[in-house]
């Protein structure tokens, strides 16, 4: 599919971001995970909370054997939800969880690699077709699990885009993962995951911790000298 340019501004800005972002964070080591599936349950599990949770609620996944897709599925949906209660929402989830879970084990024989593999865009749409996976959770699962080339985008990215003009402030996940993928692929392939896995966490560092929703802490923040000529964020 041929897509649109981004303005030559935009695409000089993003690549140069990468380096001001990596040059103070260093290199971010993302996903946390030691397997494929724990990337893939982690995704699921940090929905609307943050890391920490997660980690305590896959502590307990471990603690009990069950960090295993046929192990997981057969538990009963309760206990489920009691051992991933620290992540929050945790019958939501629980019921996400298994959702991704019968798919897994019952279409896949528990392979994730089948799950993940075959046409980009293919398994992209099987992700979206389980209940509770959105583009931000199936992209991860691609990115980070799977190793496909597949950007990222959160809220942070949507923020940091608009507030440098890189994006419009209303502009959906799909016009910023096009933009991303359009601008950001001028490594050979074989640089090119590394390079938009780490991106992302990236970004996930300044949106944390610099480019909050109410006063963004401009002064201190790696992207600033790629504010508007104004100084000031554009949105
Ligand atoms: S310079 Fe300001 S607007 Fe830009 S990413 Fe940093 S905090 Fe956000």
Redesign the pocket.
């Known amino acids: 599919m041929s897509r649109p340019l981004p303005d030559r501004r935009t695409i000089t800005q993003l690549r140069r971001a990468y380096g001001l972002m990596r040059r103070r964070f260093g290199h971010q080591g993302w996903w946390p995970g030691e397997t494929p599936f724990e990337v893939c349950v982690g995704a699921i599990l940090t929905q609307n909370t943050n890391w920490t949770n997660v980690e305590r609620a896959i502590a307990n996944l471990k603690s009990a054997g069950a960090l295993e897709p046929r192990r997981l599925l057969a538990l009963p949906p309760a206990r489920l939800a009691a051992l991933i209660r620290p992540a929050g929402y945790f019958n939501v989830k629980a019921r996400r969880l298994r959702a991704f879970l019968e798919v897994l084990v019952r279409d896949f024989d528990a392979d994730l690699s089948r799950l993940l593999g075959g046409p980009r865009e293919t398994a992209r749409a099987r992700l979206l077709g389980i209940h509770g996976i959105g583009p931000e959770t199936a992209d991860s699962m691609l990115l980070y699990a799977g190793e496909r080339l597949v950007f990222v985008v959160d809220a942070y990215t949507r923020?940091?885009f608009a507030?440098?003009g890189w994006c419009a402030p209303d502009a959906d996940y799909d016009t910023v993962q096009r933009l991303c993928e359009t601008a950001l692929n001028h490594r050979p392939v074989a640089g090119r995951l590394d390079h938009w896995q780490d991106y992302h966490a990236q970004l996930v560092a300044?949106?944390k911790d610099?480019?909050?929703p109410r006063q963004?802490?401009?002064a201190d923040?790696?992207?600033?000298p790629?504010?508007p000529e104004s100084g000031r964020?554009a949105s």
């Open positions: 923020r940091i507030r440098h300044v949106g610099y480019c909050r963004p802490r401009c923040c790696p992207l600033r790629l504010l964020p």
